[in-house]
Every structure is written in C-alpha cells, then in structure tokens.
C-alpha cells in the first residue's frame, strides 16, 4: 500500500518506543491491506497497536492533540496536507524520501527511505527526543499554507495573465 503501513507497523516494533508508547494507526485500508493484518494477527500486537480505521474530524484533531509524533513514510504523497496538519498541531514528524513529501515538509522533518525498516525505527525513536524549537520553526512553517494563501496566489497569477 502507498501509505506504507506494514513497513511503519515493523519498525515501531523495531524502535526503543514500542516499549513504551502505542502507534495509532487512522484512515481507510488501502490496497495490499491483507499483508498488513495478516502480520497484525500473527504477531498479537493488540497491545501495542490500535487500529482505528476511518475517524470523524474531531476523533482526528484527538489523535493529533494526544500523539507524541507523526509516523508518514509514505511511498507516494501528492502533497500531503496531513504533514501540514501535524506541523500545526507541534508534532515532530517522520516522513519518507520519496514523492513529495520532503518538498511539502520544508526540511522540518525527519526524512527516511519507506523501504527501510531500520531507518524507520530509529526515525521513531528520533521523533521522542525533538527539539521544541524545530517544533516552533515547523509550526511557523506550516503557517504559510491556508486555503486563503491559495486563493490570493492563484488569483495573483491569473490576475498575472489576464
């Protein structure tokens, strides 16, 4: 699956902070979710793993406000407005290397290949020990992004060429 949530699912069981933290995992199931919980039910991980599936916005803006970090070594993102989303809500941020995720995120994350395990699970223990001025150069960052912004630019450059 493009979300990459069984190479997220190995390593968080491969950090330090699966001994004392939950990954939360929230959204649709997308293709290739059978090997997922396929490795879910093998391994009894209820205990360490809550899956949630699709949440309304405010069981959302929940798991934003209670998370200690934002795990999103994804394989392909668009542009990825939940980065933006977890930057407004102070989150240190884990993110993969490919698609545009690295371009979105401004060099305000921590940046890994989504193939590697390893690298994953250091990346999630990196995320318990961030610097909370990164934390504000992240948030200050993520300002700059609104729907508002959008509107102004867009109608700037059609202003431009009209």
Same mark, same amino acid.
């Given at each position: 699956?493009?979300?990459?949530?069984?190479?997220?699912?190995?390593?968080?069981?491969?950090?330090?902070?699966?001994?004392?933290?939950?990954?939360?995992?929230?959204?649709?199931?997308?293709?290739?979710?059978?090997?997922?919980?396929?490795?879910?039910?093998?391994?009894?991980?209820?205990?360490?793993?809550?899956?949630?599936?699709?949440?309304?916005?405010?069981?959302?803006?929940?798991?934003?406000?209670? =998370?200690? #970090?934002?795990?999103?070594?994804?394989? *392909?993102?668009?542009?990825?407005?939940?980065?933006?989303? %977890?930057?407004?809500? /102070?989150?240190?941020?884990?993110?993969?290397?490919?698609?545009?995720?690295?371009?979105?995120?401004?060099?305000?994350?921590?940046?890994?290949?989504?193939?590697?395990?390893?690298?994953? =699970?250091? #990346?999630?223990?990196?995320?318990?020990? *961030?610097?909370?001025?990164?934390?504000?150069?992240?948030? %200050?960052?993520?300002? /700059?992004?609104?729907?508002?912004?959008?509107?102004?630019?867009?109608?700037?450059?059609?202003?431009?060429?009209?």
């Amino acid at each position: 699956t493009r979300k990459n949530s069984l190479n997220i699912l190995k390593g968080f069981l491969a950090s330090n902070a699966s001994k004392t933290h939950k990954l939360v995992f929230a959204g649709k199931n997308g293709l290739g979710s059978y090997l997922f919980y396929d490795f879910f039910n093998r391994n009894t991980l209820e205990d360490k793993v809550k899956i949630m599936g699709y949440v309304s916005d405010e069981e959302l803006q929940s798991l934003y406000f209670n =998370a200690s #970090g934002f795990v999103f070594p994804t394989l *392909y993102e668009g542009f990825g407005i939940p980065i933006l989303e %977890a930057m407004n809500h /102070k989150l240190p941020i884990l993110i993969g290397s490919l698609g545009a995720s690295a371009e979105v995120a401004g060099g305000h994350a921590h940046v890994v290949h989504p193939f590697d395990i390893n690298a994953i =699970a250091t #990346g999630i223990d990196a995320l318990l020990d *961030y610097d909370k001025n990164r934390l504000d150069e992240a948030f %200050a960052y993520a300002q /700059k992004f609104s729907w508002e912004n959008t509107i102004k630019q867009t109608g700037k450059i059609y202003s431009d060429l009209f």
